[in-house]
């Protein structure tokens, strides 16, 4: 029973050729690219932007979100090599476990539930503070009460405590019932969202360039100091480390590219698909990321993103520095409560195909292996992930599992950059449709980028990593290990 036994190739490949006998093939190159963009364009944008600006960066986020692009590049092409090359469920849980043995696989798959369950629990919260914002400034009725739409460790202005965040809750769920119905059916859901929400940003971008006031990008990038939020926790304000805390927190806004690859085994051609999937949608992102925070920042100033700019930031600048506009502000909080929708859809997906995956090896209950009968869909890990994002979105802050969702995939980027190295070593006869350029050399740079943004998210969330690392050798050791399929074959 080695904890670094490797999963033979040739089996993960003839789980890909089988796999008509499990998940249904339905995704195509645009349902991929869609798929995306869906996962791209939500809570990192239209939240971590305003937030890396008040606490990290100032206007010179644009140069943190140029930062985390050139990192996600890195790992983009690495991706793109390994889904096209082993198309089956998992992504970079797969992937370690053919490279570099089951335990490190473990690590990885644990992980992978800090990105995508932690990471549709942060889009559940801001899905939450938007749709305050709509209820009181679109259709003018009361909000929800504070208690019953913020985790118990919130306390607002007025000294009101939180219980429990009920509308990101209700979200998770439905989105995981509607997962459990069919991915072509989510798929085609997410495809008339995604269109929406670019419209939408791209009219951000269009309008608000003639609103940009020249003061608030000056000087671009601020002078090195210290900034203490209302949590009490201190960030490095200006200057280099400013920028590289910037693009680790906006990092998340990039979150959902890689989980593209966790549909492999869904799609209908991987091999070419994947990639112009992965890098399509990418490319598409960038190029509007950093147009809407060049708009952003400089239609208020960073003390506005401290404080009134806080909840519903973009809606609430446009409101105030685009006077006429006010019909963009409340279409904003419309399109991005769909937009959310359609980050946690592929968070939730990705999530539940990684689950699939360590299900059928055995790491975790066999059970999330299971498909339904009818929707050939894994509703077992689709239920199990419902509650688990669920209990986050209900009762943890949407900043503190922010960062641990950019931490965490920040940590799997590196692994699947190592992955691309050590496959071409062990199996440099392996059909790749799909070659990452420059090896070594793209990988290695790949894994630099990540670590220079994981050093720029402060020690705090270095700890939470570790701790959460922690608490999964201990289930690994006492149950994965034993259970395992690789390493158990006569159970």
Same mark, same amino acid.
């Given at each position: 029973?080695?904890?670094?036994?490797?999963?033979?190739?040739?089996?993960?490949?003839?789980?890909?050729?089988?796999?008509?006998?499990?998940?249904?093939?339905?995704?195509?190159?645009?349902?991929?690219?869609?798929?995306?963009?869906?996962?791209?364009?939500?809570?990192?944008?239209?939240?971590?932007?305003?937030?890396?600006?008040? !606490?990290?960066?100032?206007?010179?986020?644009? =140069?943190?979100?140029?930062?985390?692009?050139?990192?996600?590049?890195?790992?983009?092409?690495?991706?793109?090599?390994?889904?096209?090359?082993?198309?089956?469920?998992?992504?970079?849980?797969?992937?370690? %476990?053919?490279?570099?043995?089951?335990?490190?696989?473990?690590?990885?798959?644990?992980?992978?539930?800090?990105?995508?369950?932690?990471?549709?629990?942060?889009?559940?919260?801001?899905?939450?503070?938007?749709?305050?914002?709509?209820?009181?400034?679109?259709?003018?009725?009361?909000?929800?009460?504070?208690?019953?739409?913020?985790?118990?460790?919130?306390?607002?202005?007025?000294?009101?405590?939180?219980?429990?965040?009920?509308?990101?809750?209700?979200?998770?769920?439905?989105?995981?019932?509607?997962?459990?119905?069919?991915? !072509?059916?989510?798929?085609?859901?997410?495809?008339?969202?995604?269109?929406?929400?670019?419209?939408?940003?791209?009219?951000?971008?269009?309008?608000?360039?003639?609103?940009?006031?020249?003061?608030?990008?000056?000087?671009?990038?601020?002078?090195?100091?210290?900034?203490?939020?209302?949590?009490?926790?201190?960030?490095?304000?200006?200057?280099?480390?400013?920028?590289?805390?910037?693009?680790?927190?906006?990092?998340?806004?990039? =979150?959902?590219?890689?989980?593209?690859?966790?549909?492999? !085994?869904?799609?209908?051609?991987?091999?070419?698909?994947?990639?112009?999937?992965?890098?399509?949608?990418?490319?598409?992102?960038?190029?509007?990321?950093?147009?809407?925070?060049?708009?952003?920042?400089?239609?208020?100033?960073?003390?506005?993103?401290?404080?009134?700019?806080?909840?519903?930031?973009?809606?609430?600048?446009?409101?105030?520095?685009?006077?006429?506009?006010?019909?963009?502000?409340?279409?904003?909080?419309?399109?991005?409560?769909?937009?959310?929708?359609?980050?946690?859809?592929?968070?939730?997906?990705?999530?539940?195909?990684?689950? %699939?995956?360590?299900?059928?090896?055995?790491?975790?209950?066999?059970?999330?292996?299971?498909?339904?009968?009818?929707?050939?869909?894994?509703?077992?890990?689709?239920?199990?992930?419902?509650?688990?994002?669920?209990?986050?979105?209900?009762?943890?802050?949407?900043?503190?599992?922010?960062?641990?969702?950019?931490?965490?995939?920040?940590?799997?980027?590196?692994?699947?950059?190592?992955?691309?190295?050590?496959?071409?070593?062990?199996?440099?006869?392996?059909?790749?449709?799909?070659?990452?350029?420059?090896?070594?050399?793209?990988?290695?740079?790949?894994?630099?980028?990540?670590?220079?943004?994981?050093?720029?998210?402060?020690?705090?969330?270095?700890?939470?990593?570790?701790?959460?690392?922690?608490?999964?050798?201990?289930?690994?050791?006492?149950?994965?290990?034993?259970?395992?399929?690789?390493?158990?074959?006569?159970?």
């Amino acid at each position: 029973m080695s904890i670094w036994k490797r999963k033979p190739l040739s089996q993960l490949l003839n789980e890909a050729s089988e796999s008509e006998k499990g998940l249904k093939r339905t995704l195509t190159a645009w349902s991929l690219v869609a798929l995306g963009i869906g996962a791209i364009i939500g809570a990192g944008l239209f939240v971590r932007t305003a937030t890396a600006a008040a !606490q990290n960066a100032g206007p010179s986020v644009t =140069i943190g979100f140029i930062v985390a692009a050139i990192g996600c590049a890195l790992a983009g092409l690495c991706y793109a090599e390994l889904s096209s090359s082993i198309p089956i469920s998992g992504s970079a849980y797969t992937y370690t %476990y053919a490279t570099m043995g089951e335990l490190l696989a473990w690590i990885i798959g644990w992980d992978l539930i800090l990105e995508y369950a932690v990471g549709a629990a942060t889009v559940g919260i801001a899905w939450s503070e938007y749709l305050n914002n709509l209820l009181v400034n679109v259709l003018h009725m009361k909000p929800i009460p504070y208690a019953l739409s913020h985790s118990p460790f919130q306390v607002s202005e007025l000294g009101e405590h939180g219980i429990i965040n009920l509308p990101a809750l209700f979200i998770v769920a439905a989105i995981s019932l509607l997962l459990i119905r069919g991915t !072509q059916e989510s798929a085609f859901v997410n495809g008339i969202i995604v269109v929406t929400k670019v419209a939408i940003v791209v009219m951000i971008i269009v309008f608000g360039w003639n609103y940009i006031n020249p003061t608030n990008h000056t000087p671009y990038i601020p002078a090195d100091s210290n900034y203490v939020d209302d949590q009490g926790i201190s960030h490095h304000f200006g200057g280099i480390m400013g920028i590289l805390g910037a693009a680790g927190t906006v990092f998340f806004a990039f =979150i959902g590219f890689d989980a593209v690859s966790t549909a492999a !085994q869904e799609t209908k051609n991987p091999k070419r698909d994947m990639p112009i999937g992965i890098l399509g949608s990418l490319a598409i992102c960038t190029v509007l990321y950093i147009l809407f925070a060049h708009v952003l920042t400089g239609l208020e100033s960073v003390e506005f993103f401290r404080t009134s700019g806080k909840e519903a930031s973009v809606a609430t600048a446009i409101t105030s520095a685009m006077p006429g506009f006010e019909w963009l502000g409340q279409f904003v909080t419309i399109a991005i409560l769909a937009g959310f929708s359609s980050v946690i859809l592929v968070m939730l997906l990705g999530q539940s195909r990684v689950f %699939y995956a360590m299900g059928k090896d055995g790491l975790l209950p066999k059970a999330f292996g299971d498909l339904h009968p009818k929707y050939q869909t894994p509703f077992k890990a689709n239920l199990a992930i419902m509650v688990i994002v669920g209990l986050f979105a209900a009762f943890i802050p949407g900043d503190i599992v922010g960062d641990m969702t950019s931490i965490g995939t920040l940590f799997a980027f590196i692994l699947v950059c190592i992955s691309v190295i050590v496959l071409r070593k062990t199996a440099p006869d392996l059909k790749r449709e799909f070659k990452t350029p420059f090896v070594p050399l793209v990988p290695i740079l790949g894994v630099l980028v990540c670590l220079a943004m994981i050093y720029g998210l402060g020690w705090t969330n270095w700890l939470r990593l570790l701790v959460w690392l922690a608490l999964g050798l201990v289930i690994y050791f006492f149950y994965g290990k034993k259970k395992s399929k690789l390493n158990n074959p006569e159970e």
